[in-house]
């Protein structure tokens, strides 16, 4: 082997070891705030509500501007959109939240049930606001 075949190899082993070789082509990153999911509610009753939400730009949910933005600032996940400061009635009455889909290049399986449908929306703010 000559000194520079060495030095290559030396050097490729280096570089992989700091991980700045990629094992496969290089993928572009998302940018910040991409997104796409698909949000249902689920009431007692079986009835359901859902749209497509879509960000960059926001369009396909009745709040998707605002919804959009607590989620970028949650960075995609919903269990971290500040919740509201609302007085919710005691009423049970069930709902289920579902969102599917995308954010910044992770997958989002989301899945909870709210007391009612008070409590859904001052957990998750504008994200399952889907009644105009």
């Not at 359901?48 to 998707?64: E, K, N, Q, T, V």
Request: aromatic share 6%; glycine share 8%.
């Amino acid at each position: 082997m000559t000194y520079f075949t060495r030095a290559t190899a030396a050097a490729g082993v280096l570089l992989a070891a700091a991980g700045l070789l990629a094992a496969g082509p290089a993928q572009a990153a998302a940018p910040p705030g991409a997104g796409r999911l698909h949000l249902t509610i689920t009431r007692s009753g079986d009835r359901a509500d859902s749209a497509l939400l879509r960000c960059l730009p926001p369009r396909g949910h009745p709040y998707a501007a605002e919804a959009c933005a607590e989620l970028a600032a949650a960075r995609g996940d919903i269990d971290r959109v500040p919740a509201r400061k609302v007085f919710c009635p005691r009423i049970y009455s069930p709902v289920t939240a579902t969102a599917r889909g995308r954010w910044n290049g992770r997958i989002v399986d989301f899945r909870r049930t709210y007391t009612n449908s008070c409590e859904l929306r001052a957990r998750t703010g504008a994200v399952f606001a889907l009644d105009d």
